[in-house]
């Protein structure tokens, strides 16, 4: 059965940095896209990042320049480091591997002014 399950949320002030992490079990992680999805409070569940089986990533513009998805595989992990945090990033973070279609449970970020 595969899982994924999240880490790393917490509550920061603006500016800040977390860094998220998504332990997968079941299937071969190495080959699989991973993303990274967040749902702000009254709104809908966006992509924020993708990471390929050879590490070709893409960002939703709002988070360019200062999130960045990687992967160990040897760890079935994936990471997302978030720098320059703003208000607007507060959400609940979710890990997905889309080819199960598979999600985490969530992790909540929230960031103060």
């Known amino acids: 059965q595969e899982q994924l399950v999240e880490s790393g949320g917490g509550s920061v002030q603006a500016g800040g940095s977390l860094r998220l992490s998504c332990v997968a079990s079941?299937?071969?992680?190495?080959?699989?896209?991973m993303a990274w999805y967040r749902q702000a409070p009254g709104k809908q569940r966006e992509l924020v990042a993708t990471?390929?089986?050879?590490?070709?990533?893409n960002y939703t513009d709002s988070v360019k320049g200062r999130f960045t998805i990687s992967r160990t595989n040897a760890k079935r992990t994936v990471y997302l480091q978030m720098n320059s945090l703003k208000p607007e990033d507060t959400g609940v973070y979710y890990c997905?591997?889309?080819?199960?279609?598979?999600w985490g449970q969530g992790t909540q970020v929230t960031v103060s002014s």
């Open positions: 079941g299937g071969i992680f190495s080959i699989n896209t």
């Open positions: 997905h591997r889309p080819r199960s279609n598979s």
């Open positions: 990471i390929t089986s050879g590490s070709r990533t």
